[in-house]
């Protein structure tokens, strides 16, 4: 991987994305001086609303990434669907961190387990297919009747995935992913789904933030506990997988780790986000460096900021119609509320969050 490090600190800190993860690392790059010019194809975003300048384009749009480039120091981008193609054509421009090569592994669910697999990373096993026969096919092999199939791109909070329960479900999963290519998974019985989230400098330093469990409803992230209440050895094992990731990459930013913890105690990896990650959102109220800022001075040429916490803490994400229960926490001392400033409430829609915190022990 070529990347091209800075020898100065950037003053100015370009986000492709205009969602909440740009808006929050955005308003942590204000607090360290450091001002924020978002691209994004919507007129108004979450992002747009707290950046120093916004750039309404689509992600093809050669004129205006050109435009966009020469206003900044250093590219990042705030979700992993991106074309990496846009990605390519910026960092002839300008440094683009994290770098292309691990949005590309990131985007594509055959080169993201291939990858976690090649490192020792232990993954659902899986197979490729292209066709219903070759799910038949897996199956046969694995002497199995029931498994996962996703698309291998654009699946996100259970999106372009189907369950197999027996054989006969197979050629109406694989209709109703309505893909060319997919991956096969066998099914993980999983205890617990948990999540490291890793920040890595450009001076080669790394630290991860403290194991969190996570539980979701309708397939969307509802609560993060931090840290996951599990023993210190799975701890542990959770954290080294994510360091080794970022190590192997040769990461300069943040990335998260979504792992599942099985009945038998075995760690294993689920999927790579290439960004701050929904489970990390605590990290702003509840330690000294948020993973925003972490996000914001990795790639700033800034070094990596300490992980540690200084409370235990709670993510309540508000989701759709939940944001109504703001009011519930606006005279709750411990409660840290966040809104994304999205005018409308949409089901499924992520409006905000909400940090409980609870102070460490002396
Ligand atoms: P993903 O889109 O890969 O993040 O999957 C979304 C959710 O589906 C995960 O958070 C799990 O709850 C579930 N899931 C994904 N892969 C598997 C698997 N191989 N076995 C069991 N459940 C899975």
């Keep these: 991987m070529s990347q091209t490090f800075l020898n100065k600190p950037a003053r100015t800190l370009g986000i492709l994305g205009g ?7 955005a308003l942590a790059a204000a607090r360290l001086g450091i001002k924020t010019h978002i691209f994004c ?9 707290v950046a120093a300048r916004s750039f309404v384009a689509a992600y093809d749009d050669q004129a205006a990434l050109a435009e966009f480039a020469q206003s900044v120091d250093v590219i990042s981008y705030e979700f992993e669907n991106i074309p990496v193609e846009t990605v390519r054509y910026l960092k002839t421009l300008k440094p683009v ?19 976690l697999n090649d490192i020792g990373i232990p ?7 292209i066709c219903a026969d070759d799910v038949r096919v897996t199956l046969h092999k694995w002497d199995a009747t029931s498994c996962i199939i ?25 209709s109703s992913l309505k893909t060319e290519e997919a991956i096969v998974e066998s099914l993980v019985s999983f205890k617990h789904e948990i999540s490291v989230i890793v920040a890595r400098d450009q001076f080669g330093k790394t630290e991860a933030y403290c194991p969190v469990l996570n539980d979701h409803k309708n397939h969307i992230l509802s609560k993060t506990t931090a840290p996951a209440p599990l023993n ?4 542990n094992e959770a954290s080294q997988m994510a360091v080794k990731l970022a190590e192997k990459l040769d990461l300069v930013g943040v990335l998260g780790l979504e792992l599942f913890v099985t009945e038998d105690g075995q760690i294993i990896a689920n999927e790579i986000a290439p960004r701050t990650h929904n489970s990390g959102h605590w990290t702003i109220d509840a330690c000294a460096v948020s993973q925003f800022e972490n996000h914001v001075r990795t790639v700033c040429g800034l070094p990596v900021g300490k992980t540690n916490r200084h409370c235990d803490a709670v993510m309540l994400n508000l989701i759709g119609d939940d944001v109504a229960l703001v009011e519930d926490y606006l005279t709750q001392a411990n409660a840290c509320i966040h809104l994304y400033g999205k005018p409308e409430i949409r089901a499924g829609r992520k409006m905000g969050h909400i940090t409980l915190l609870t102070p460490l022990k002396k």
């Design 41 to 49: 194809p919507d007129q108004e975003s979450p992002a747009s609303y």
């Design 19 to 25: 969602g909440q993860l740009g808006r929050m690392s």
């Design 232 to 235: 210190n050895a799975l701890l």
């Design 123 to 129: 993954t659902a096993q899986w197979s490729k297919a």
């Design 150 to 174: 996703k698309t291998t791109r654009l699946g996100y909070d259970g999106k372009g995935q189907a369950r197999i329960e027996t054989l006969s479900d197979i050629d109406t999963a694989w």
């Design 97 to 115: 961190f994290p770098d292309d090569d691990l949005l590309e592994i990131a985007q594509h669910r055959w080169s993201e387990k291939q990858f």
